[in-house]
């Protein structure tokens, strides 16, 4: 049996065709797992197959083989152990705001009371800063608002892990970057366990502790998978002075640009174990302190490259 919180073993999806020939699998051979509170983005081009992966974690889509572990037991469906945010905010257009997370929170906690509930509900608001909108009704709400409801919405029914599905991708910058700096305060202050697809390279960088880089579909697998060594009480406006930075986002860029295309389940002469994928540890070597400064020639040396760890 897994240590692991989670663990994703052998897992592959494949959906039938419409005339009855083989379809090429979006991924195979699918294998990785996450600590209890710890912060993975998974990145990927379209079509690799990271929402179906997602969604197979979530308990709401069944994999064409392989299997998934949480908790020491195997998902077969939807529970309240996992809250999902999804890429559209997925409200309830009736309901007030308050009425949308009581609505989950009741599923969980069927005996409280209603003034437990409201209590409960407000303090998840006010966390997302919607404490002064508990009232009003979606249609009243901007998008970056409707978002925050259903991160509220998740993190109120206190899941063993949150899964998030490109949340904040139809924000503008200035929204998304708020509401980021808002997720990131929430999980430091709860140790939330989050598994969360994304688009942006710096959006990984900031908010996870590991990215999984996926090559591209069909037959997608996990390319590598690279450890944030940055401290994680990171703040946006200084980052990049970090030389890590500079190092894990050239490196991540590279991949998405130039190297998911032609992944063939090896990296650099070494043997692929897809139990073990390679592990990328971006980081100064040596230096556990790094000095704040941006990045010279000679400062910043190249990656170092651990396989099998």
């Given at each position: 049996?897994s240590t692991?919180?989670?663990?994703?073993?052998a897992?592959?999806?494949?959906?039938?065709?419409?005339?009855?020939?083989?379809?090429?699998p979006?991924?195979?051979?699918?294998?990785?797992h996450?600590?209890?509170?710890?912060?993975v983005?998974?990145?990927?081009?379209?079509?690799?197959g990271k929402?179906?992966?997602?969604?197979?974690?979530a308990?709401?889509?069944?994999?064409?083989?392989?299997y998934?572990?949480?908790?020491g037991r195997?998902i077969?469906?939807p529970?309240l152990?996992?809250g999902?945010?999804?890429?559209?905010?997925?409200l309830?257009?009736?309901?007030?705001?308050?009425?949308n997370?009581?609505f989950?929170v009741?599923?969980k906690?069927p005996?409280?009371?209603k003034?437990?509930?409201?209590?409960?509900?407000t303090?998840?608001?006010?966390?997302v800063g919607?404490?002064?909108?508990?009232?009003?009704?979606?249609?009243?709400?901007?998008?970056?608002?409707?978002?925050?409801?259903?991160?509220?919405?998740?993190?109120?029914?206190q899941?063993?892990?949150?899964?998030?599905?490109?949340?904040?991708?139809?924000?503008?910058?200035l929204?998304?970057g708020t509401?980021?700096d808002?997720?990131?305060?929430?999980?430091?202050?709860?140790?939330?366990?989050i598994?969360?697809i994304t688009?942006?390279?710096?959006?990984a960088?900031l908010?996870?502790d590991?990215?999984?880089l996926m090559?591209?579909g069909?037959?997608?697998k996990?390319?590598?998978?690279?450890?944030v060594?940055?401290a994680r009480?990171?703040i946006?406006?200084e980052i990049?002075?970090?030389?890590?930075?500079?190092?894990?986002?050239?490196?991540?860029?590279?991949f998405?640009?130039?190297?998911s295309?032609?992944?063939?389940g090896?990296?650099s002469?070494?043997?692929?174990?897809?139990?073990?994928p390679?592990v990328?540890?971006?980081g100064?070597?040596?230096?556990?302190?790094p000095?704040?400064?941006?990045?010279?020639e000679n400062?910043?040396p190249p990656?170092?490259q651990v396989?099998n760890?």
């Open positions: 049996m692991h919180f989670l663990y994703i073993e897992l592959k999806k494949v959906y039938p065709s419409s005339n009855n020939t083989p379809n090429s979006v991924f195979e051979d699918i294998h990785f996450i600590e209890k509170g710890e912060f983005c998974i990145i990927g081009h379209s079509g690799c929402t179906t992966i997602l969604n197979v974690v308990g709401l889509e069944e994999a064409s083989a392989g998934v572990l949480m908790d195997e077969k469906g529970s152990d996992r999902v945010v999804f890429q559209s905010h997925a309830m257009p009736w309901m007030s705001v308050l009425g997370v009581a989950a009741r599923s906690w005996a409280w009371t003034s437990q509930v409201v209590a409960h509900c303090q998840y608001l006010e966390m919607l404490g002064d909108a508990v009232l009003k009704k979606p249609a009243e709400l901007s998008g970056g608002m409707k978002q925050r409801v259903g991160i509220a919405r998740a993190f109120a029914i899941p063993k892990m949150l899964l998030l599905d490109e949340p904040f991708g139809a924000l503008d910058a929204t998304r509401i980021q808002e997720l990131r305060k929430i999980v430091q202050a709860t140790h939330q366990t598994f969360m688009h942006d390279v710096d959006e960088i908010l996870a590991k990215i999984v090559s591209n069909p037959h997608a996990i390319a590598e998978i690279v450890e060594t940055m009480n990171r946006r406006a990049h002075h970090d030389p890590q930075y500079y190092r894990i986002r050239n490196h991540l860029v590279d998405l640009v130039n190297r295309k032609s992944y063939a090896a990296e002469g070494a043997a692929h174990d897809p139990k073990n390679p990328v540890r971006p100064l070597e040596g230096d556990n302190n000095v704040l400064q941006p990045p010279t400062s910043v990656l170092k396989v760890q």
